[in-house]
């Protein structure tokens, strides 16, 4: 290779490892005179990299953002993990597989043999677990606006499908199909799906929409003044909403149980819950959900005797349930059982 290609090679490199570079600094990482340098960053110019020049003292360079993307430079780990979020881009749910695979193919081709070899020998395959649904996909475009709301800290309004069909929730509760009106506070993924956080304006709550059922209006509205939420972690505030929580940091409706079953079994199909073994077959369980009686149900699909350690409302909602599948059992009356009254409400 040419010396004049190589050092614009190295140029490029520095550049791209920092925001500025001072001219002097870059000539003596080059061991070039500063004269050498801005010939060497008018030639990248004309290669369409947008290089500013930089005023001071001393001067310097800043490459910034152009209308095209120009040829970049990776390092080797860089390379590699480019290679690997790309494979594993399937499982993300927003609609960018195709893009992905054709990155995927841009990035391997130029790739040296010895990088080659090494993404070449790591497979991904998405596998859903059992009884689970296919992720839905997200269009990009959505992503992209709803990411520009948070950023821009503007109001959000956008039509939500519900679950039910349109007419039928409309039919329960109006304003179940009416435009909502968000404050977005953060994108997250979640088990291959996307969820929007938000404050909203209409409940005067935290709220988490699933991003597959949002449409987004345009234009946005005023900008606002972020609130501070519970916690001031995001991965853990929605975490606790899944696993039951109220969003402050308390989860009433959190129970905790001995299983007579290994803790790699209970593991293996509790997402959300602690599992803490206690002997080669027995574990202690802590999980959460939105009821009692939702949780009594969730923890007795184990094949497992139970033991309750708490708290009291649990073990009512484990009598609850015991009662009602008693008389299904029996083939008995099928009039509905009387909850106990906490869990009338919902948690």
């Not at 677990?129 to 109001?155: C, D, K, Y």
């Not at 939500?160 to 929730?169: G, I, L, Q, R």
């Not at 929409?209 to 005023?222: A, M």
């Amino acid at each position: 290779m040419p010396k004049t290609s190589a050092r614009l090679l190295s140029l490029l490199s520095l550049l791209q490892t920092r925001r500025d570079w001072p001219g002097q600094l870059l000539a003596e990482r080059l061991e070039v005179s500063p004269r050498t340098v801005r010939r060497d960053v008018d030639r990248l110019r004309e290669l369409g990299y947008p290089i500013a020049a930089i005023k001071g003292p001393d001067g310097g360079y800043r490459l910034g953002a152009g209308m095209e993307l120009p040829p970049l430079l990776f390092d080797d780990d860089q390379a590699v993990a480019l290679a690997v979020a790309l494979q594993t881009a399937a499982v993300t749910g927003a609609g960018i597989e195709e893009a992905a695979v054709r990155a995927l193919g841009t990035v391997r081709q130029v790739m040296p043999a010895r990088l080659r070899h090494r993404v070449d020998a790591l497979q991904v395959t998405a596998v859903d677990g059992p009884g689970t649904r296919p992720n839905p996909q997200v269009a990009p475009g959505v992503l992209m606006t709803l990411s520009a709301a948070v950023r821009a800290r503007e109001v959000l309004r956008f039509d939500y499908d519900p679950v039910s069909p349109p007419e039928t929730a409309a039919r329960a509760d109006p304003a179940a199909t009416a435009p909502r009106r968000v404050q977005p506070h953060h994108l997250v993924t979640r088990g291959g799906r996307w969820y929007l956080l938000a404050w909203d304006l209409d409940r005067d709550d935290w709220r988490t929409f699933r991003v597959d059922r949002i449409t987004p209006r345009t234009p946005t509205g005023p900008r606002f003044t972020p609130r501070e939420l519970p916690g001031g972690d995001v991965a853990a505030f929605v975490a606790g909403r899944f696993q039951g929580s109220d969003g402050t940091g308390g989860r009433p409706c959190l129970g905790e149980v001995v299983l007579d079953l290994p803790a790699s079994v209970v593991s293996t199909y509790t997402r959300d819950g602690v599992v803490e073994e206690l002997g080669p077959d027995r574990c202690r369980l802590v999980l959460g959900a939105w009821s009692w009686p939702g949780l009594a149900a969730s923890i007795g699909r184990f094949d497992a005797d139970i033991e309750v350690i708490g708290p009291a409302e649990l073990k009512d909602a484990f009598a609850h349930l015991a009662r009602r599948y008693a008389k299904a059992a029996a083939g008995g009356p099928t009039e509905p059982t009387t909850p106990p009254p906490h869990d009338r409400a919902r948690c």
